[in-house]
């Protein structure tokens, strides 16, 4: 009750702020942005509550594989989603070549196409998160309750209010994207807060100087990260030994079963395989034009070809994604690694995670990206100036920052789910924090640091929001050349590199979720 007290005044008093310092541009844009997120939790929040649900309480086929193949989808960037999506259901698209203008009406462009790319990205957090919150719980509730009730019931009356924080904690998560996100309304050409604010400082306006104000989008996401934060951290046991026991299996009718297992595979196929096959169709397509005939087919040999010829063309690209990606997860890891070690030990840990995590993870990328040219960007000063146009400092900077939010409340949850026995031990040894850290924390633990190592790297490598405005001249990335490129159409070409790209964050995903899998069997046995 008192944290409801405390969310809804956060609530009121940014609503108030904005009322009485925003301008009517600036209202009307983070009216636009908030449209965007409620259009786009319509359809997440349903679905992805659904799944988890089902996954984790209905006797569903191979759940196992459906509950994995979501979790992979946690890495697959904004930009190859509204890629993806767009390359089957977008402007000369897949729907378009097979039905020509009357899918004019259909096709995800403008808010239609930034409302429906934004749900479908949103949709495996909501997953997740509502998963990490049936996992959390007392299972005897729900095992009482059908005893007493049917099947039905039990999801109506227990299961579903159980998972209700976590659909806020989603809620909340759409709602900080679609304020600080401008990959997929950049594409789609929908004016929302981030988007003008980015397009704004593309176009050569000096930082103290932009259209719009600052402050309204970093309070707004402010508040809706902070409270979601603490919502985050309280989703773990507080030991090890408070960990629920395996989570009942609801019973279903044959007739039931089948029909919801059928409908939660299609969900999971179109979500996992739609990405993969319009990328597939749009790099082997071939079309040609005679006498006004226009033939249109696929060739496994003209992608293949496409696919090499990509790998040696953009080879430079991958170069300096790798090269930030690890200079940013190497000090992601030193930093996520400290705090959460430290804070595990305090009882106001808890705070601070919360604290550090909602503040960094509620500052939308441009605003990154704006805060780092003021700093570096001084004509007085040569060493910066040297720092921001010859290194990669400022995008890795900004890149630390992207990803430091999840990496710190992954490993705070597995430092915290330990019984702390050991580290008592070596304190009584008279072993300060950092060496506990390192004997304890680190040694025992190589693991689960290098899945947070690989986790960074993932989130670097995908962001396009905050290191597109600061990396240097002469330094190009996959993902920033991708999201150039997807402003002119999904073709061929791109399509190529995507598949590519989709590969490697898959090929990520799998070692990272391998790796952390002994650290949450361990906590849970």
Avoid at 215 to 225: F, G, S
Avoid at 234 to 258: E, G, I
Avoid at 329 to 337: D, M, P, Y
Avoid at 374 to 400: E, H, K, Q
């Amino acid at each position: 009750m008192k944290f409801r007290l405390v969310a809804a005044v956060l609530i009121l008093v940014a609503a108030g702020l904005l009322a009485v310092g925003g301008d009517s541009l600036t209202l009307r844009l983070i009216g636009a942005s908030a449209l965007l997120a409620l259009g786009a939790a319509a359809i997440a929040l349903p679905l992805g509550a659904f799944l988890a649900i089902a996954l984790g309480r209905l006797p569903i086929s191979a759940r196992w594989l459906a509950q994995g193949l979501l979790t992979l989808l946690l890495f697959e960037p904004l930009y190859l989603t509204c890629g993806a999506w767009r390359a089957a259901f977008g402007p000369h698209g897949w729907l378009q070549d097979q039905i020509g203008p009357a899918a004019n009406a259909f096709l995800l462009d403008g808010w239609l196409g930034a409302i429906v790319l934004h749900g479908v990205a949103a949709i495996p957090w909501t997953f997740f998160f509502v998963r990490l919150q049936l996992a959390t719980g007392a299972a005897e509730l729900e095992e009482d309750a059908l005893l007493d009730g049917s099947t039905a019931s039990t999801l109506a009356n227990v299961t579903l209010r159980r998972a209700a924080p976590g659909l806020f904690i989603s809620a909340l998560w759409i709602g900080v994207v679609a304020f600080s996100e401008m990959t997929v309304t950049s594409i789609c050409n929908v004016r929302t807060y981030a988007e003008v604010l980015f397009t704004g400082i593309t176009l050569g306006e000096a930082v103290d100087q932009t259209s719009l104000p600052v402050w309204p989008a970093v309070l707004v996401t402010l508040v809706m990260t902070i409270i979601a934060t603490t919502l985050a951290v309280q989703l773990a046991p507080a030991s090890a030994a408070s960990l629920p026991v395996r989570p009942p299996t609801f019973p279903l009718r044959p007739l039931t079963r089948w029909l919801t297992t059928t409908i939660v595979w299609l969900l999971v196929a179109l979500l996992v395989g739609l990405p993969i096959g319009a990328f597939v169709y749009k790099a082997g397509l071939v079309v040609n034009v005679a006498d006004g005939q226009v033939d249109r087919y696929w060739s496994a040999a003209k992608m293949g070809e496409l696919l090499i010829e990509s790998a040696q063309k953009y080879a430079g690209l991958f170069q300096w994604t790798i090269a930030l990606g690890a200079a940013s997860a190497a000090v992601t890891l030193v930093i996520s690694s400290s705090i959460a070690w430290l804070a595990s030990r305090r009882w106001y840990g808890q705070g601070i995670i919360a604290t550090v995590a909602g503040v960094l993870f509620g500052i939308p990328g441009p605003i990154i990206a704006l805060s780092l040219i003021w700093l570096f960007n001084r004509r007085g000063s040569p060493l910066l100036i040297y720092f921001y146009d010859r290194t990669i400092l400022a995008p890795t900077i900004a890149l630390v920052i992207v990803s430091l939010p999840i990496c710190l409340l992954l490993l705070w949850h597995i430092f915290r789910a330990d019984v702390g026995d050991l580290d008592e031990a070596a304190q009584l040894e008279g072993l300060g924090p950092w060496r506990r850290l390192w004997r304890v924390g680190v040694m025992r633990r190589p693991a689960v640091l290098a899945a947070v190592f690989l986790l960074a790297f993932a989130l670097a490598t995908s962001d396009v929001t905050a290191s597109y405005l600061v990396t240097p001249p002469g330094v190009d990335t996959l993902s920033r050349t991708i999201f150039e490129m997807l402003h002119y159409g999904a073709e061929d070409n791109v399509a190529a590199l995507c598949l590519i790209n989709l590969a490697l964050s898959a090929t990520l995903a799998v070692i990272t979720i391998i790796l952390l899998r002994p650290a949450f069997r361990a906590a849970q046995s």
